[in-house]
């Protein structure tokens, strides 16, 4: 049941995950990444006291959870609250120093407050931790080094993103992310029809993060671009309507809002 509302969750079918996940509460009350994956969503949909609620309850069961306190960063930098988002990093890593997880949340904090020296070791200590493996870590150390100037460097960051995300793309690989990495890598090196074309089959395919997109730095350029304000345009709508749907189900129980027991776990 989690891995069917994970995959939903990826195709952008919220609403849909959110009744997966509902059901296998029925069968784990409490189980923490539920918990967790109901937040993630409903803070997405705009239900940011609701996924509160489930946030504390994972953390009830295990304190020092990953991806609680990863969305809990993400919530506070772009909430404007960047320093508090750094002291939970700070925790995060004194857990998990060598996760390339933790690294990569590091990175993006420091990225989008703006301090790309410090998000620049952090990206460099995530391509080292994972072998030189993870693909997201490569995309972010090619957009800062092309933006420091260091372009043959970053060049051979964005040709691993571009080899490895067309591979996944070709075997079959389902979701938006790879579309919306080989976005990333074209906004950077000032391709951008070809990143509007790329971002585009993000979108259909489920995207629907456009808040971070509009903060994007790597779509700086792109932003004043007509279609690329279509395609926020696009994902705001389909989020509006996702959020009228989950109001709906949530009316007739299909999916829980809140904890049915918010404190702790069961």
């Known amino acids: ?44 949909l705009g239900f940011r006291d609701e996924a ?26 772009f909430g404007g609250q960047a320093e508090a988002a750094k002291e939970r990093v700070a925790q995060i890593l004194k857990v998990n120093p060598n996760n ?21 070791i952090f990206f460099e200590k995530a391509v080292e931790a994972s072998q030189e493996t993870s693909i997201y870590a490569h995309v972010r150390m090619g957009e800062l080094l092309w933006d420091m100037g260091e372009r043959q ?7 691993y993103v571009r080899k490895e995300c067309r591979t996944r793309i070709e075997s079959g690989s389902e979701g938006w992310l790879n579309f919306w990495m080989l976005a990333v890598a074209a906004a950077v090196s000032d391709e951008k029809e ?4 790329w ?14 997109d509009l903060n994007e730095p790597a779509f ?7 279609e690329f304000q279509r395609l926020m345009e696009h994902m705001r709508t389909k ?24 404190i702790g776990l069961q």
């Open 194 to 197: 070809q990143a509007l074309d």
């Open 100 to 120: 390339v997880g933790s690294l990569i949340v590091a990175g993006e904090t420091e990225l989008f407050s703006g301090n790309r020296e410090q998000a620049k």
């Open 52 to 77: 509160t609620l489930w946030l504390d309850k994972a953390l009830a069961g295990e304190p020092y959870y990953f991806d609680a306190h990863k969305q809990l960063a993400y919530r506070e930098l």
């Open 239 to 262: 989020v509006d309507k996702q959020v009228k749907q989950v109001r709906s189900r949530a009316a007739r129980g299909d999916i829980l809002l809140v904890p049915e027991d918010p």
């Open 1 to 44: 049941m989690e891995n069917t509302a994970v995959v939903l969750h990826t195709l952008g079918r919220w609403d849909e995950a959110l009744i997966w996940m509902r059901r296998r509460l029925q069968h784990a009350p409490g189980n923490i990444i539920s918990c967790t994956n109901i937040a993630e969503i409903l803070n997405d």
């Open 199 to 212: 971002l585009e089959k993000a979108v259909d395919r489920g995207r629907l993060y456009y808040h971070w």
């Open 153 to 159: 460097q970053a060049e051979k960051h964005l040709a």
């Open 220 to 226: 700086e350029k792109l932003r004043e671009h007509t």
